[in-house]
């Protein structure tokens, strides 16, 4: 079992920056690709950016160049670095984990973090 827990979301003005943490507690083995989705009010959740255990990652067309997934301490901790945010990128941000199809290929979700960007 894993358990993820998200946080570093808050109110930011356009332009600046913010990093989420995705904590992974548990049996973390069981995990193949670690990310983000976001759900913005009134939208359907969706992809932000992935990264798998041999390093392969992407990113949707809307953040490339801006966001920067990556993982430390042995895949403990999944980080979301967003820089020049915008007022779209406003939205509740959610980590995932997908584990291997011989652990059940289980999608475990954070409880999410809100993201606001607004001046």
């Known amino acids: 079992q894993v358990r993820l827990v998200d946080s570093g979301g808050g109110l930011v003005q356009p332009g600046r920056s913010l990093r989420l943490s995705c904590a992974a507690i548990g049996t973390i083995n069981q995990i193949k690709t670690m990310g983000w989705y976001r759900q913005a009010p009134g939208k359907d959740r969706e992809l932000v950016a992935t990264?798998?255990?041999?390093?392969?990652?992407g990113y949707a067309d809307s953040v490339k160049g801006r966001f920067t997934i990556s993982e430390a301490n042995g895949w403990n901790t999944v980080y979301l670095e967003m820089n020049s945010l915008k007022p779209e990128d406003t939205a509740v941000y959610y980590c995932?984990?997908?584990?291997?199809?011989?652990?059940?290929?289980?999608?475990?979700w954070g409880k999410g973090t809100l993201v606001t960007v607004s001046s």
């Open positions: 995932n984990g997908e584990a291997w199809p011989h652990f059940g290929g289980i999608s475990y």
């Open positions: 990264i798998t255990k041999n390093g392969v990652i």
